[in-house]
């Protein structure tokens, strides 16, 4: 077993933060809310009140933050992780973020003999949870046969994507798709509502007919087809309509970089930032439906 130290528990981080001290990892923790914080100590974490104080000794970093500037700042900041990290250790993120931060970083971090993967995920809160995480890893063949053991301890999907930012890549070509398929799987759901049909009538349908999807059999938007899903829960938990924006603009970066042409992906992150502009940033981005219901 190893010393484990992990930065950032929200919704996705607490959950795989638990699963590794279930697998009977030594895990120091990190949050700047005590509350996050204090979860994990219940279920048999250390923490420390100051980051630095975390990593020390610790042979894997796992951080899971909001955006690149916050990993940027994490590990090369003013006192960054970069200064207290031992040498040998590997740092795992599993942030979404911009591939071109994913190179700085992971530069920097080798000049200091400290190794790093971009290691973001797919299968929302519940996958966090159950341990079935996709891991999509970029970097090192090397580095990535390392952390393979550990990222099994909350996933069962490992995927070694290429190098360093490819995992990036991987990741916000998955969400722009994921994107286009909930807003599509919404539009016919409720043209479908308008028209007098009866949501899970209509979604028993269309899982056995060509339209068939994931966000239709596993996190169906419209209320009271599933249980167990946000859509069931006003929206509420899940992945954030605010994250699904930022994923949808990286998305967008990445195509321009390589001049890729994403008309479906763009039309998605106009819907995704227009709802979230709406006052639903904070509800899950299932909820989308609700800007296809008729006044």
């Not at 797919?122 to 079935?132: E, L, R």
């Not at 807003?183 to 479908?192: D, K, P």
Request: hydrophobic letters at 45%; one cysteine or more.
């Amino acid at each position: 077993m190893s010393n484990i130290a992990f930065i950032g528990l929200g919704n996705m981080g607490g959950p795989m933060a638990a699963n590794l001290l279930k697998a009977g990892h030594q895990v120091t923790v990190f949050d700047l809310f005590p509350e996050a914080v204090a979860t994990l100590v219940a279920e048999g974490a250390s923490s420390f009140d100051n980051v630095s104080d975390c990593v020390k000794g610790a042979d894997f970093i796992v951080s899971m933050l909001p955006a690149g500037k916050h990993v940027e700042g994490l590990y090369l900041g003013e006192d960054g992780l970069i200064n207290h990290i031992k040498e040998g250790s590997l740092v795992i993120d599993s942030s979404t973020i911009d591939k071109e931060t994913v190179i700085k970083v992971s530069s920097a971090l080798k000049q200091a003999n400290i190794d790093f993967i971009d290691a973001p995920v797919s299968g929302g809160v519940g996958g966090a949870q159950a341990g079935t995480l996709s891991f999509m890893v970029g970097g090192e063949k090397s580095d990535f046969d390392r952390a393979k053991p550990v990222l099994e301890n909350m996933g069962k999907n490992i995927f070694h994507a290429g190098s360093h930012g490819a995992g990036q890549v991987a990741k916000v070509c998955n969400n722009m798709l994921l994107a286009v398929l909930m807003a599509g799987t919404s539009e016919a759901l409720q043209l479908g509502m308008d028209n007098g049909l009866d949501a899970k009538v209509l979604s028993d349908i269309m899982l056995q007919s060509s339209g068939r999807n994931w966000t239709l059999e596993v996190y169906n938007p419209a209320p009271g087809v599933l249980e167990n899903v946000p859509s069931s829960n006003d929206y509420n938990g899940g992945f954030m309509t605010d994250l699904m924006a930022k994923d949808l603009g990286l998305a967008m970066d990445t195509a321009v970089n390589s001049q890729s042409s994403t008309p479906m992906g763009a039309l998605a992150r106009s819907l995704f930032a227009l709802h979230a502009g709406q006052g639903n940033g904070k509800k899950d981005f299932s909820s989308i439906i609700k800007m296809f219901e008729k006044s």
